[in-house]
């Protein structure tokens, strides 16, 4: 049973977790050779306070 587990920031609605694990099961079937009924794809939502990308956290990056 393949298990991916797919970090991010919160704010994705389920229509887009819907099509990310859509594709990311597609992927696993075509070149990993998974059964598609096997796989299971967790989401694990943090906030930008508790998720930092070189050393800052997101909520005190500046958009881009």
Known sequence: ???VQVTM???R???Q?????QRITDAMVEEAG??????VVAFHEV???SYASG???MVDK???
């Open 13 to 15: 609605t389920a229509d």
């Open 34 to 39: 998974a059964r598609r009924e096997a796989i």
């Open 47 to 49: 906030s930008k306070e």
């Open 17 to 21: 977790k819907r099509k990310i694990a």
């Open 55 to 57: 050393g800052v956290l």
């Open 9 to 11: 920031l919160t704010g």
């Open 62 to 64: 500046q958009p881009k």
């Open 1 to 3: 049973m393949p298990l």
